[in-house]
């Protein structure tokens, strides 16, 4: 008898149990924090945001190794050539690739032409910085849920790949008349340019990435200056059509390291090299850029601080006795975009490209970089002129060297991450530039170490560490 | 007062006149057979139920009992006596002793009672009393030091700040999943985590509360911690790092009692850091006055700066002095019991205030409890409990706190904080207790606990049992902080435009469960209890926030007013389901074997995956019941259990999607890939627990022991594994990862004294876990501190190694020119020396330099009885474990430690040249240049000993009077008759002494949030407090 009531309880619990618990379980399955099926402009606010983002996260990394900026504490890791962990940088660049290869795989759903050329370019951007600091990267392999150590691309793959995706997005935004165009309120490149000129805009956008590319081989077997002022001639016509990103939560992220020293936590020092670029100290004439780039100190002066030495003694380091990034800079204020590439830098891979060809079309384009630079920082018609008249930049188009516009292109890629490309391109061979003091390294570094999180998280995969002296493929 | 309350309770019978049943009321005295000599804690149990008291130090009891029933009498030492209940109302009974016997109930899963002699794993209770006499408001914290394999860590003397609690170890290697063991109160599983919503994350948040900080100690009637597998299968997945099993006070029949109690206490700062007291504000040896920057004392000395500057003051400031305050508190609490055969009732009022040593800083609690049970008929029993609290106070970061006091120049008072106009005064930097002033967070929680549970016994053989319980809350966070004023210089600290925020939670939980039970003999010796359950539990969590800032008005604290506005909003349900069985038999009364099995369904794993099922078997065998032992050898009993406990996963751990991406600016919005990959794939995790105990006592149980071993090891733990970006995700949820934990478990338990006017009681408890990451498919590193140069550590998880290595980076060492493998750093090996005669930095390069687990952890408790006097006194000890304190490391970089006074001396630092020769090199301490004209810069502590972790990571262990308390019990002839039963006084004393080696603060306290598992590294803390107080109560 008890056994038999044992038994009923025992099914009938079961049965209670279990029954229609199956929907009771299932209703939770599905993320209520996450959708599954995103639209093509929500994608693009966040694709565009990272690009104009990463921009910043990048230079950041190279602002000390160009000597922008300098570190207020002496042998600073940035400053002396040590090895860093840019793991933060390297995740930011490929969450944004990530965010862009769905937008791509969304948009070629749908055929939406403009959004796949946004998507490629994005990738070509990001995956261009992976390059030029680190060589190899996963790519071919990687956004594979199924493969959770992606195997690494050559340095020469990678750059193969940006080139055909910024191809690919020429041919795509080259299509007239698509039926998605770019939502304005989600592009925060163009997105304030007409409906009409958007398309165009990312043309030349594209043009201009492309043009970067190209002109990155200079030193290689395989650099076509023909193709590079291809390049620049489809690419931006004024200082109007610049790529940058200019929506902020808050303000601009080089007015916030600005406001961030001004609060203590120190950082934005300029470095001693580019204020002697700029003030008459190593050229000879006194740069009118240089009251737009920083603010006097409290003694009045512009001084910058020596990279790998800190703070200049005997003042304290919060002290206002060196000069900073400023947020009274046009380039640098709260509300001043982050600039990706710009008409100036394009003048100035003009004239490098045609220089050895055509100096006067050279000339022209170096002074029209000059100019276009110092429109952009606000510069006074009458110092513009002065400056472009003096005998120091006025050169004429014979005389026209390498090293001149590259000195001048250093100026208009300040805070830029293509400087340090630049750099390695021309050998570090500023006027006076030097070592840091303290330098880890014998010689000025080359490339970065891959981060510390791919070595922990994809180590069968990374590369064997080489010094960062050593030169990547298209800087030998 | 005591009118009224009789009048309240009276009204609550009311309400129930019908149920007026036969049930009744059996009181009596138990002593002792061979001298008469009253009995204290005897176990009286109405047979075959849970219903059960004690007696008290008279020997008397008290009991609600069903016609015909039979009362047990259980205590250790005494044979257990079985009386029929006749139709008197009183029940004396003398006890004889025995040579054995391990009587006690203890309650176990859904509370269901049972002798501790028949578990077959270890189960420590902690009691009423030794519960509450150090006046701990947050459980945890009155836990601490009485539970032997118990983990429990105050994380800082700051109002309401929470505590953390683990049970034999860290058994999660994922350090996102809480390590945080399951509480039940009164059979309802109720929830205990920390929310930092707007509050700040990691170590910036504002001492933030574990949310069991919502029960009030005083209405615990015991609390039962289980900490096994065995012990816990029960419970199921959520139980699976043990179980904290809360039971509550409950009414007696009889008259009403109510019990009054007031406590006033002060707070003062445990530890403060040793400072230097020679060297004023300055930079590189250079007073400077007014202060242009951050410079707290690397100038001149204070005789060399009153030459420049007259007015400075003849000795520093020491601003830890002054910036932290003597902290009060006051808690008043009422309690009611009583009722009559039909309905009792317990119910109290609390209301507690802490006002913070930190300025600015405060906490709230006002509780409210109402315990009723119910004999509807000698078969039907209810019981309905139920809870409500209101919560809250203002908080502000520990550690934005200390930091702004290591900036700030002992050259000023860190009190004098503003002009006249009420902007900050500021001294080259911002003054912290300003910031206290005008950046605040508001907290307020509301939350109802309530459960409903009804018994019935169909047959004598037959019961059921069925609760419904409910533990829901809303916490609300206001956060503001004005922006500027508008007056030229005005310095905003950390308010910048100003700021209002908003966050909401909502948690609520359902839990229903019901047991059937059966019981019986299947043969003569052989007795069986059989029981089937089944449980449902539901929780939902809402966090909604919005943040506004760029205030228009600057000290308009409304949304409405804010420029930018940013939200954040999710929410997250799990549901579970349980079916289980218990089957116990038990032979002879000396040898009990428990099995138990369950089948949980969880939500969190896919449809095929998320059914499944796992035994235990425990058995107990009491020797001294079998055989015949020795005389001196009062009871003996063994254990021995294997559990195998599973785990679900955390909430939609199977899905993938995008997620609301919120980097982006108000007004656009966008979407970005989850950080988690998603794995449809999850399997549940297993955890296999052995474990085997001995308890002996000897003499009449003057003396006794409990020794247990466990080992537990997990298998394809879900966690989520870091993989690389370059798949678009951060982590994917994966089973892998096993994981060892073993240890040991000592208690000793004695009576050094004991006759008629005084007794000593001790009881010793000692513990040990070992832990081993077995393997582990990527490391996982957690818990990023804080620090210069590279200072600062890591907490990295490696297959092969501890949980809680603490990596950092270290002074080269001179090693005979082998080649240097080791992960751990070798501290014993020589320093290699520069020619210049400094050390060498590791640079980024870590070495393992600690690990954040003790050793040991050790309590030691002792009560004394002298006539009315009750003196109480625990000691606690955490031994063997290391910690990086990155308060060091900020203060070495300013200066302020005690032992940079030594500053202008030459030293030969102890070590080797590259060449093996020793260091012969002098150099020169302080900044700039030394008397042998070398330009020293910044000097050695800024320049090497502040950019590198070795120094500071220490070890961290600690000994200390964590409570002592003495009360008196005013003989009852003094008080006045009628008016007043019971009155005692008593002072309190919480964290009396310390010892620890450590810099500066308490190494307990902490810079992270209770609900944080990174434990390897500290900064600047909420300091611990030395607490003194004062309580008086009175019985009604």
Known sequence: MRKILINTLFITLLAFGLQGCSKYFDDLAANPNQVTEPTLASLLSTSTYKMGINSYSAASAIVPYVQYTASPSASAASDTYQTQNFTGLWDALYFAMADANELKKVASSVEASEYIGVANLMLAYNLGIVHDYWGSGPFSMA?????????????????????????????????SGSSMALAANSDLIYGTASAATRRTQWLKFAHALKARLLIKVSKHSSYNPNAVLAAVENSFTSNADDAGMATFTVRNNWAGVANSNLLQSLGGWLSEQLIEHLDGTTYGVFDPRLPKVTDLTVDGIYIGTVNGAGNRLPGANTRHDECYISRNSPWTSDNAPLLIVTYAELKFIEAEAALSTNPDRAYAAYLEGISANMDRFQVSAEDKAAYLSNPVVAVGASNLTKDLIFKEKYVA???????????RRHDYQYKDFTMPENAALSTYIRRLDYPQGEVTKNGNNVPAEVPRTTRLWWDQ | MRKLLLLLCVGILCFSPDLMAQQRTVAGKVTDASDGAPLGNVTVQEKGTANATQTNNEGQYSINVNPGATLVFRSVGFNTVERAVGTSNVLDVSMTFTASDIGEVVVTAFGIGREQRALGYAAQSVNSEDLSFNKQMNLLDALQGKVAGVTISSLGGGPGQGSTMRIRGVNSIDPNISGDPLYVIDGIQIDNSTSTLGAGADHSARGVTNRLSDLNPADIESVNILKGGAATALYGLRGANGVVVITTKKGKAGEFSVNVSSTYGIDNVLRKPAVQTMYTQGVLGVYTHPATGIGPAWGPTIEEAKQIDPTHPDKLFNNFDRAFLTGHQTNNSISVSGGNDVARVFSSVSQFYQKGMMPNTDYNSLSGRLNTDFTISPSFRAAVNMTFTNS???????????????????RYDVREHSNPDGTMLWYGTNNPVWGTMTNKLKSMTNRYIGGATLNYDATSWLGFMYRFGVDTYSENRLRTAPGPMGIAGERVYDNAQGYVGEYNTGLRTLSSTFVMSLNGNLTEKLKGTFRLGHEIYDRKIKNVGVLGSELTIYNFFNLGNAAVLSSSHNSRERRLMGVFGEATLDYDNYLYLTLTGRNDITSTLSAENRSFFYPSASLSYVVSDHLSLPQVITNSRLRLSYARLGKDASEYATSSGFGTYGSLPPGITGLTLSSNLGNPNLRPEFTDTYEAGLEMSFFRNRLGFDFTYYYSLSKDQILQAQITSATGYVTTSVNAGNMRNRGVEFVLFGKPVANDVFTWDVNFNLSANRNKILSLP?????????????????????EGESFGNIYGSYFLRYNGGNPDNSQ????????????????VLSGSNRKILGNSQPDWILGFGNSFNYKGWTLHALFDARLGFEKYNWLENFYSAFGIPDYTADRRSFKVLDGVYADGTPNTTQIWLDQRFGPDGIDYGEGYYRRFYRNV?????????????RSASLTYNVPQTWLPKKAIKTASLSATGNNLWLWTKYYGVDPESTSYHSGSNVDGSAGFTYPSARSIMFTLSLGL
């Open chain 2, 824 to 839: 751990y750093l070798d501290r014993s090996q020589p320093l290699l020396i520069t020619p210049d005669g400094f050390p």
């Open chain 1, 413 to 423: 890629t300040y805070l830029n991450y293509e400087a340090w490309n630049d750099a």
């Open chain 2, 778 to 798: 990527t490391d996982i590193t957690y818990g990023t501190a804080r620090g210069y140069g590279n200072a600062a550590v890591a907490q990295i998880l490696v």
């Open chain 1, 143 to 175: 956004f594979d849920v199924s493969n959770i150590y992606p195997e690494y691309d050559s340095p020469e793959a990678l750059y193969a790949t940006a080139v055909q995706l910024v191809d690919e997005a020429i041919v795509e935004f080259s299509k």
């Open chain 2, 949 to 961: 972790s070795e120094p500071f990571v220490t070890d961290a262990s600690w000994v200390r009077l």
């Open chain 2, 392 to 410: 809250g106070g203002y908080s502000y970061s520990s550690d934005r706190f200390g930091e702004g006091l290591a900036y700030w120049s002992p």
